[in-house]
């Protein structure tokens, strides 16, 4: 049986999809190993992004329980840190190769440079608009100062790097 344009089609979408997938358990994975030691230092409220999962999670017991849950459950958020950053990834294998495909390269200061803008995309899109309507503190004029924004914000860079060399490293 012969393959057709659609068969290797849907074969480049799996590969991608899949190739997303492990790139973003690695680079998730080597994200929350960047943010740890300042959680040691600031608590949940000092990574952003573990304090917004923290925040969800509470409400979503409150609201299915009907009980207070005022204890930091760090399996909980650590799950959706990992379904976010999974699901973030899935899409830069495409978006990759969309931009070697226009710019005609395909080599590892380009892939770390597309990483890191898609890290700090993520960041602009998915934290800054959310992350006061979800926990109440505002980003910019947070209780702990300006370095749980730079941490979040190096995070992302540490997070779109991984992804970027990964994925350059599968394709």
């Known amino acids: 049986m012969q393959t057709t344009k ?3 089609c849907i074969k480049l979408i799996e590969t991608n999809i899949v190739n997303g997938i492990i790139a973003g358990l690695i680079s998730t ?3 929350t190993i960047f943010e740890i030691p300042f959680w040691r230092i600031w608590g ?3 990574i952003l992004e573990w304090h917004e999962n923290q925040t969800l999670t509470s409400k979503l017991k409150r609201k299915f ?3 207070e849950c005022n204890t930091v459950s760090y399996v909980e958020i650590l799950i959706l840190h990992f379904i976010n ?4 990834s899935i899409i830069f294998p495409f978006v990759y190769l969309f931009f070697i495909s226009i710019l005609f390269r395909n080599d590892y200061p380009l ?5 890191i803008v898609y890290g700090i995309l993520l960041w602009v899109i998915t934290l800054l608009p959310i992350h006061k309507p979800i926990t109440g503190l505002s980003m910019w004029n947070h209780p702990l100062g300006r370095g749980p924004v730079i941490v979040s914000f190096c995070g992302h860079i540490v997070y ?3 992804l970027g060399l990964i994925i350059k490293a599968l394709l």
């Open 6 to 8: 659609y068969d290797n």
């Open 29 to 31: 994975c080597l994200m």
């Open 44 to 46: 949940i409220e000092g």
């Open 65 to 67: 329980t009907r009980e």
């Open 85 to 88: 950053g999974v699901l973030a």
């Open 111 to 115: 892939s770390i440079l597309l990483g």
């Open 160 to 162: 779109g790097t991984t």
